[in-house]
T-cell receptor, first 116, second 113 residues
Framework: EPEVTQTPSHQVTQMGQEVILRCVPISNHLYFYWYRQILGQKVEFLVSFYNNEISEKSEIFDDQFSVERPDGSNFTLKIRSTKLEDSAMYFC??????????????FGDGTRLSIL | GENVEQHPSTLSVQEGDSAVIKCTYSDSASNYFPWYKQELGKRPQLIIDIRSNVGEKKDQRIAVTLNKTAKHFSLHITETQPEDSAVYFCAANPTGGGNKLTFGTGTQLKVEL
């Protein structure tokens, strides 16, 4: 069964540094997402991406965040100047084109981001 | 925006018993409701979902019911097994917009021998 893959599994970064989290969505999927989960809390939506542009973003996704699909397979999340409160597990997800009904979102294993 | 509430936060059952987890949502435009199971340190894994045009869906020991009028939906697990122990999240997704999922706060299910 195809899976969403994420790298790295764990990223440790100094506060103020830039970090890029990488994802390879399932190959025939067209919708891509980033979510985050602070330890012990619920999963929170960050951004969705479709047809090479952001479809929707949450209040969390401020100017420090950006997403990109640099080629036909990768989907990245960049945090420009990391803060302590950015420490969390970041999940990438993907789904097939929605059409007239929502399609299931499949999650990757996540990247644990630790800001020191 | 959408707000999803989930109860209980923890649930302990004996092996073989049933478990029920309940969620309510606020946005009447939501029409897709998935349930995810998350084991410690792992990805949320989709276990079942339901769309607003049906009231119930079943997959072996797992079932989900939806009451659109009351804006609540529930997960039912029958004949629970130790491997069902995990955190379960409900979510809601409206049509239109960016397809975002709004998650509940999670239920830690423990199935005891």
């Amino acid at each position: 069964e195809p899976e969403v893959t994420q790298t790295p599994s764990h990223q440790v970064t100094q506060m103020g540094q830039e970090v890029i989290l990488r994802c390879v969505p399932i190959s025939n999927h067209l919708y891509f997402y980033w979510y985050r989960q602070i330890l012990g809390q619920k999963v929170e939506f960050l951004v969705s991406f479709y047809n090479n542009e952001i479809s929707e973003k949450s209040e969390i996704f401020d100017d420090q965040f950006s997403v990109e699909r640099p080629d036909g397979s990768n989907f990245t999340l960049k945090i420009r100047s990391t803060k302590l409160e950015d420490s969390a597990m970041y999940f990438c997800a993907s789904s097939r084109d929605r059409g007239f009904s929502n399609q299931p979102q499949h999650f990757g294993d996540g990247t644990r981001l630790s800001i020191l | 925006g959408e707000n999803v509430e989930q109860h209980p936060s923890t649930l302990s059952v004996q092996e073989g018993d049933s478990a029920v987890i309940k969620c309510t949502y606020s946005d009447s435009a939501s029409n897709y409701f998935p349930w995810y199971k998350q084991e410690l340190g792992k990805r949320p894994q989709l276990i079942i979902d339901i769309r607003s045009n049906v009231g119930e869906k079943k997959d072996q020991r797992i079932a989900v019911t939806l009451n659109k009028t009351a804006k609540h939906f529930s997960l039912h697990i029958t004949e629970t097994q130790p491997e069902d122990s995990a955190v379960y999240f409900c979510a809601a997704n409206p049509t239109g917009g960016g397809n975002k999922l709004t998650f509940g706060t999670g239920t830690q299910l423990k199935v005891e021998l």
